[in-house]
């Protein structure tokens, strides 16, 4: 069990040191990486996996049911101790609702589970994004234009892969070879950019950025926990589905943060802290889901 934590941790922790030493030495404007990521990198792994003839979009309802309890439920059980501690919950809900189920999520799910976890973590994956640009982003703004979630890439993508197995269509190799390969470039750069971001952390806030670190990934903790007995998820969903659901807070959670101009360096601390405290608690939670 030791050996398997560590051929999941260690490749993580590599590339993720890698992006943080290379920006200690040379300061790394990520923006166009992150545009790149999200609107094409992403956009192509999703079409690949969902476009697969191992894709079966029924058998993972109750998965995106429990995506969906995790999401809100966090944000649930975050809301009275954010009023107790007198934080706004605009700023200390979207972190603890939207973890990061993308740069440090697809990377876990692989490393843990093989090729087999990829389709359940996707699944999550737009779930979430799914749920954060509609309800996440109403929290910190009323005026959200419901419309940018539908045509962004990811989805667009989404909904192309999904009619890709649904009608048993054949891409030709020719272009299925290099989608596949876009798609396989997004993980290490994922985690590439998540040390670069890691450089960014700040002290200042580490009250609010330590007690974002345990809630985000214990809300998520106990709402897996509740709704299992329910839902009732066969192991090789249910597995990925309890990794993810002890994941820290998302980067983009940040960006949107600071776009918003919501308090944008305390929920920098939350996501820092709780993306440094990750390398303790990831460890923790996978003796439960590599069984």
């Not at 058998?59 to 429990?66: D, G, K, V």
């Not at 969906?68 to 954010?82: E, H, K, Q, Y």
């Not at 005026?143 to 999904?162: C, E, F, M, Q, Y």
Request: aromatic share 8%; with cysteine; charged share 10%.
């Amino acid at each position: 069990m030791l050996i398997r934590i560590f051929e999941v941790m260690i490749p993580v922790i590599a590339v993720a040191g890698l992006g943080y030493l290379y920006s200690l030495k040379r300061r790394t404007d990520i923006a166009s990486i992150n545009t790149l990521s999200v609107n094409v990198f992403l956009p192509a792994l999703v079409f690949s996996v969902m476009s697969g003839q191992d894709f079966d979009l029924g058998q993972y309802p109750e998965l995106a049911i429990a995506a969906v309890a995790i999401f809100l439920g966090s944000g649930l059980l975050a809301w009275p101790i954010a009023i107790a501690l007198k934080y706004d919950p605009r700023t200390f809900l979207p972190p603890m609702m939207f973890n990061n189920c993308g740069n440090l999520g697809l990377p876990l799910a692989i490393l843990a589970f093989g090729h087999e976890g990829l389709a359940p973590a996707i699944v999550l994956l737009i779930v979430t994004n799914l749920m954060y640009f509609s309800v996440g982003i109403y929290i910190v703004d009323k005026k959200v234009h419901w419309r940018n979630v539908l045509v962004s890439p990811t989805i667009i993508a989404s909904i192309a892969g999904l009619l890709v197995s649904l009608l048993n269509i054949s891409i030709p190799g020719v272009i299925a070879t290099p989608i596949e390969m876009l798609g396989d470039a997004l993980i290490p750069v994922m985690l590439f950019t998540l040390g670069i971001r890691l450089v960014d952390v700040k002290l200042s806030d580490w009250k609010i950025g330590l007690m974002g670190a345990v809630i985000c990934p214990l809300t998520g903790v106990v709402i897996a926990l509740i709704i299992q007995p329910i839902l009732q998820l066969p192991p090789e969903q249910f597995r990925p589905l309890l990794l993810y659901s002890a994941l820290p807070p998302a980067v983009l959670v940040y960006l949107v943060a600071e776009q918003y101009d919501q308090e944008p360096m305390k929920v920098a601390a939350m996501v820092g802290f709780g993306n440094i405290a990750a390398i303790a608690i990831v460890p923790m939670m996978l003796p439960f889901v590599l069984v």
